[in-house]
């Protein structure tokens, strides 16, 4: 697809977590159509980064946007009613609800009203076989992030923030899901993984930030960022 303007933008974005600076001035920009990677090492600032996008945290100073809105104050749940989806680095299921009730609970704090948002949700994440009327509990990880994908999904976001969606996958629960967000942003949407495993990165961003200590400290395609052959200042 091609790039557009970003959809999310966030400029000069400090948050604190008591005296302590977690980010210390952050620009990043979501466009429609790209997969964008954040990466770096524990502690970097990658969740609070997303937090903020998300309204889980607010920031010290800064802004975010959503096209021309600023929605820096704006609380979570009404960024997922514009349009904002996400999915929680610690999976975040209802455990007594089944699959299929939990990506109808996603459907319904969406931006439209879409009767068939749910079925073509669960058929794109191969969950509309039997899988479906089991609960969510007991599930294995692979299946789980993919209820918990689908829940975000089912909201029909504009952007779609991951935090980690590759922890506890499978080399081949990887790649399927590398497949999915290319499909995804194909499609038009604008996508941030903040995320560990660089082989889910390297397989489906266009774009890579590598964070350290609060900051975006290098930026680039994969193969530039995170130093493959061709890279030019990989490590
Ligand atoms: P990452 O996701 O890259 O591992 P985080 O954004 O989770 O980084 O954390 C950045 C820094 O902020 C870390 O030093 C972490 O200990 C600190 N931090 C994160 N959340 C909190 C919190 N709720 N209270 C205090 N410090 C926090
Ligand atoms: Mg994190």
Do not use: W
């Amino acid at each position: 697809a091609p790039a557009s303007s970003p959809v999310l933008t966030a400029r000069a974005l400090y948050a604190r977590y008591g005296g302590f600076t977690a980010l210390g001035g952050v620009d990043l920009e979501l466009p429609a159509g790209r997969v964008t990677a954040v990466v770096g090492p524990n502690g970097a600032g990658k969740s609070t980064l997303f937090h903020c996008l998300a309204g889980t945290v607010r920031p010290a100073r800064g802004s975010v946007r959503f096209g021309a809105r600023d929605i820096t104050r704006m609380p979570a749940h009404s960024r997922t009613r514009l349009g904002i989806a996400r999915t929680f680095q610690h999976l975040a299921v209802f455990p007594t609800l089944t699959v299929a009730e939990n990506v109808r609970v996603g459907a319904e704090q969406g931006r439209v009203r879409d009767a068939g948002a749910v079925e073509r949700t669960l058929r794109l994440l191969g969950l509309d076989g039997p899988v479906r009327a089991l609960p969510a509990a007991g599930l294995p990880t692979g299946t789980l992030r993919r209820v918990e994908l689908a829940r975000a999904l089912a909201a029909g976001p504009r952007v779609l923030l991951l935090d980690e969606p590759a922890a506890g996958l499978d080399t081949a629960e990887v790649a399927a899901l590398a497949r999915i967000l290319g499909a995804l942003a194909a499609d038009g949407m604008a996508l941030l993984v903040v995320e560990h495993d660089l082989d889910l990165v390297a397989g489906v961003a266009d774009v890579v930030h590598v964070m350290a200590a609060g900051r975006i400290v290098a930026s680039g395609p994969p193969g530039h960022v995170l130093g493959t052959p061709e890279g030019a200042s990989g490590p």
